[in-house]
Structures are given as C-alpha cells and as structure tokens.
C-alpha cells in the first residue's frame, strides 16, 4: 500500500515538474493548447485501436479460440485512454507507449509468461428441444409448451480427452 501512495505521490510531483518546466518555455496558453491536442489525438488513436482489436477478438470467439491477448490489449488501450485523458506530459507518454502495438505485445507476453491458466475437461451441457407448428404466434408458443415433441439429452464434449 505505501509503494503504490509513494507511486502516486511521486508521478503527481513530476507531473508538476513537467509542467512548470514546459509552461515557463512556451509559455501557458501553449501548454493548455498542448494537453488538450494530446488528449483529442490520443483518445482518437484509442478508439481506432479499441475496434481493431474488438473486431480481433471476435473472429477469435468466431473460430472457438480464447480471446485472451485481444482482452489484455483492451485494458491497456483503455488505460492508455485514461492517462491520455490526464491532464500532464508523464501520464501523456505512458498513454502514448501504451498505443505502440509492440509495446503492448511485450507486455501480454510479460503477463502471459507468469499467468497459470487451469482448464477444465469434459464439459457437460444438459438441454430441452421444443418443437411447435410454424404457424402459431410467439405468445401462443410461449404461453402453451404442452405441444410438440420434446427431447432431453446430454452433451458431452469428447475431443477435450486428447
């Protein structure tokens, strides 16, 4: 806990630093211009990046692999959007580095290499299949589930033995 207060206390200072520094060289108004182009630009990148790698992640869904890189790729980019949103040149350039796909390869890898995934074989599926005439309307179908053929079963995946 004192780390992360001591973390925080630290890049607020910089922060401070950074600006006065940069606001005594191009002066106030620029350094405000600055933030907010910083801010606009970046937040754009973001969302560019965001349905990139949302539209990554759906084909993975689509073809039954786990999205999981494309998942840690969105929490960067969405907290890169949030440093990007910060007012401040340090929160800016860790916003930006966060945009930089090789950056963010390296830190999935990172995370992926220490990450203990447990999966579980041989999932069971139980269901009901409900037949009814096409020519009945939705309340009708909904409101009388005597008719029709009913099957109950059980699914078992098999090729998850291998």
Avoid at 75 to 102: K, R, Y
Wanted: without cysteine; hydrophobic residues 45%.
């Amino acid at each position: 806990m004192g780390k992360i207060f001591l973390l925080f206390v630290g890049a607020t200072l910089l922060e401070i630093f950074v600006f006065i520094e940069v606001g005594s060289a191009i002066g106030a108004w620029s350094t405000i211009a600055l933030i907010m182009l910083t801010a606009i630009v970046g937040i754009s990148l973001v969302r560019i990046q965001g349905i990139q790698t949302l539209m990554e992640a759906q084909r993975k869904v689509n073809l039954g692999e786990a999205p999981a890189r494309e998942m840690l790729a969105g929490i960067m980019l969405a907290m890169s959007g949030v440093l990007l949103l910060l007012p401040g040149f340090v929160s800016d350039l860790g916003g930006l580095l966060l945009l930089l796909p090789p950056v963010r390869a390296m830190l999935i890898e990172r995370f992926m290499s220490r990450a203990h995934v447990r999966s579980q074989k041989g999932h069971t599926f139980t269901a009901e299949y409900h037949e009814y005439s096409e020519t009945r309307t939705t309340r009708e179908r909904l409101g009388s589930r005597e008719e029709g053929t009913t099957f109950d079963g059980e699914f078992q995946r098999k090729d998850d033995d291998k």
